[in-house]
């Protein structure tokens, strides 16, 4: 199993990291797979998938997709970690060579209008944001959720900003970060699973980082399928929240530390 410490041979000289975490994915990684390398055919990319803890043929179809690839400006890698969205999120970057990091899942929730999102707004600006956010919060989203779902993400969003007290709106969604900063700051994330993002988002807010949020349309794919976060672990996460937050002053000072760094650059 790859280790993980920070990836640094090469980085730079790709310009897009896609990070897949793939769990019990067999039916849907091979077209979001298929479909970055359409989309960023222009582009030197890599995407970069992490089997953790698959129960399905999810190994074995990654393994034939890496062995089979052959797209000249794409590379695709395969890694395996522990079980767990933010061990795989977590060993995605730190294995990662790209200038820019995305977070994404394994169901492409959103098309690529985050990518496209953050290109408009960096288009607009003098210099680009160091963390962009697809997010569902935003006014312009365009995303329909069942009752189910609109109730555990209004619950989640109210013991987040009454224990974390952040400003995003959506630290679930899509993260595309600046490279070099999101591999400074991976060790020091250490959530395992849903809240990895969460942390993320903590970290950089404490470093007073104010990601940008950009707006999305859920695509009919991701809205099929069932919620992955039973309401049980809404419980475990309100833990996870008090946790976090007794970590503040740690995660200030790593993603205090990367963003010197970033800007140092």
Excluded at 99 to 107: E, F, N, P, Q, S
Excluded at 119 to 127: F, Y
Excluded at 207 to 233: N, T
Excluded at 237 to 258: I, Y
């Amino acid at each position: 199993m790859p280790t993980d410490s920070p990836s640094r041979d090469g980085a730079g000289a790709v310009e897009l990291s896609v990070v897949i975490p793939a769990h019990n994915s067999a039916a849907v990684i091979e077209s979001t797979v298929t479909a970055f390398a359409d989309h960023l055919v222009d582009r030197i990319t890599e995407i970069v998938v992490v089997e953790n803890g698959s129960t399905d043929d999810t190994s074995a179809v990654c393994a034939r997709l890496e062995r089979e690839w052959d797209v000249e400006r794409t590379a695709l890698r395969v890694l395996h970690s522990d079980k767990g969205m933010g061990n795989a999120l977590r060993l995605g970057i730190l294995r990662s060579r790209g200038d820019k990091v995305l977070l994404t899942a394994d169901d492409l929730p959103f098309g690529f209008d985050d990518l496209a999102g953050a290109d408009e707004h960096a288009r607009r600006s003098a210099v680009p944001a160091p963390v962009y956010i697809g997010s569902k919060a935003h006014p312009r989203s365009e995303v329909e959720r069942g009752i189910l779902r609109a109730t555990m993400t209004l619950g989640f969003a109210t013991l987040r900003r009454v224990v974390l007290r952040t400003r995003t709106g959506d630290p679930q969604g899509t993260f595309l970060l600046d490279g070099q900063m999101a591999r400074e700051l991976a060790p020091a994330l250490t959530e395992p699973g849903f809240l990895f993002t969460t942390e993320l988002d903590y970290a950089v807010e404490l470093a007073g980082i104010r990601p940008v949020e950009v707006p999305v349309r859920l695509s009919d794919r991701h809205h099929d399928q069932p919620s992955r976060v039973a309401p049980a672990d809404i419980v475990a996460m309100a833990r996870g929240l008090w946790q976090l937050r007794s970590r503040r002053r740690g995660l200030r000072e790593a993603a205090g530390a990367a963003l010197r760094r970033h800007t140092a650059r």
